[in-house]
């Protein structure tokens, strides 16, 4: 005969099960009382600054397209004449002038085109080279260089590849500067994101070209969409604990090394046109003035993968950094570079033309 448990025993057990599921049943509870009163504190409190978009958003968005390929770009033959200013923090802007690709370029810049003539310059990148169309035209015009722009607000290495690649027959340029700067890391993945989520840029970016996205999968778009109370007091967190950083990780090797295999093809692309492939490193704010950021370490990173490629490269990083007043060439509340900052880059630019003229 088998021998079986005292009587005791088993009520014991079972009353350690029944506690287990009543701690546990409370525990659950207690998180469910917190959490959702939580959410929508948080929604509240928050969730403005990720979901509802800024008047300054809004009112750039009314002039934006949807793009299959690059997501979106300016509203075409938009002329400077209508006088459409944006006030951004407390960024100056030129009268908004796009040309028929739906991109941001000086009257002056949009009649050279319209003449037929080609291009000595023609230069990609995001905000910051788009900040530079018409200021670098006439800079590189008194230098002897006729310029233009392809460059967009928001967009990153695969986006300048695909402007450049459609384009560049049309303009012939010499030269291509190749504007680089440090969120290019993460927009990279956020673009390779949006391809894979099939929606439209503005439906995948909770409405705008610059609004969080609302995930690929099913539990990442349930979180950013049902707790974005949370998720935005996560990301309010993030951004007080970093400060003026971009991200508080930095990039990672794989979101280098992507960058970095960007940027190779396009050199072999503008080889291939007869183009002179030039990449322009653009440091924030915060590197110009500390002379660090985990971005700018990833530069380096970057810089390491692409020797085989034998790129040429312009560092703005070492002169905005000895530059007497490294704040000065920014804004005082936007991050963007100002007239000064611009004004430096082209010089440096030329310079480093004038330096090697001779390169293929």
Known sequence: MEPTEPPQTNVAQRNKHLSFAINLALLTMSVFVVAVPAEFVFRHRYGHMFYNPRPAVQAVQQYLTLDPKIGFKWQPNIDAERGIRFS???????????????????????????????????????????????????????????????AIH?????????????????????????????????????????QKSGLDWFTYHSGTWCGPPIGVGVCDRFLRTHARGWYAFARVLDSKYRGENISSSGPGIGETADVADYIANSARVAHNTGARFILIIIPSKQTAISGDSLESRAYDTMLELLQR???????????????????????????????????????????????RPNEP
């Open 154 to 194: 928001r967009q990153c290495p695969p986006q300048y590849n695909a402007q450049f690649t459609a384009y560049a027959p049309d303009l012939q340029p010499k030269i291509l500067l190749y504007g680089l700067f440090e969120n290019d890391f993460y927009e990279t993945q956020d673009f390779q994101s949006w």
């Open 88 to 150: 951004i923090n407390d960024m100056t802007t030129l009268p908004l002038s796009t040309d028929s690709f739906g991109v941001m370029n000086s009257p002056a810049a949009k009649k050279e085109y319209a003449a037929g003539g080609s291009f000595d310059i023609v230069g990609v990148g995001d905000s910051f080279m788009e900040m530079g169309a018409a200021p670098f035209h006439d800079r590189f015009k008194q230098a002897g260089y006729s310029y233009y722009s392809l």
């Open 309 to 355: 490629a034998s790129i040429e490269v312009v560092d703005l990083r070492k002169p905005f950094h000895e530059h007497p007043d490294p704040a000065s060439l920014y804004y005082v509340k936007d991050g963007h570079w100002n007239d000064k900052g611009i004004a430096l880059a082209a010089d440096i630019i030329l310079k480093h033309l004038e330096s």
